[in-house]
Nanobody, 120 residues
Framework: QVQLVESGGGLVQAGGSLRLSCAAS??????MGWFRQAPGKEREFVAA????????AYEDSVKGRFTISRDNARNTVYLQMNSLKPEDTAVYYC???????????????WGQGTQVTVSL
């Protein structure tokens, strides 16, 4: 079993920055990533980082603004979000698993979510 604990959400003005963290306990050799879900919308892929390499993947709208990184020693993944826009407002979920993809069904483990709100 893997447990994921997220932190770092909050309220920020447009153009500002936030850093989300997700600490995993239990199994360590897993891919980790982030999804987000805005009110009335489906959960969507944001970014992923593979456990065994530096390979990353990003959703098009966050490329160049968000950076995913991980500290394997701490089994923690981070999402640095810069140049935030109001449309980035959502609940952000950490995901982990032995497989990965841009669909939520590809991931086995989920965190509880952390709210990110970007105001004008």
């Amino acid at each position: 079993q893997v447990q994921l604990v997220e932190s770092g959400g909050g309220l920020v003005q447009a153009g500002g920055s936030l850093r989300l963290s997700c600490a995993a306990s239990g199994r360590t050799y897993i891919h980790m990533g982030w999804f987000r879900q805005a009110p009335g919308k489906e959960r969507e892929f944001v970014a992923a980082r593979m456990w065994s390499s530096v390979s990353t993947a990003y959703e098009d709208s966050v490329k160049g603004r968000f950076t995913i990184s991980r500290d394997n020693a701490r089994n923690t993944v981070y999402l640095q979000m810069n140049s935030l826009k109001p449309e980035d407002t959502a609940v952000y979920y950490c995901a982990a698993g032995t497989s990965w993809g841009t669909m939520p069904s590809a991931w086995r483990y989920w965190g509880q979510g952390t709210q990110v709100t970007v105001s004008l």
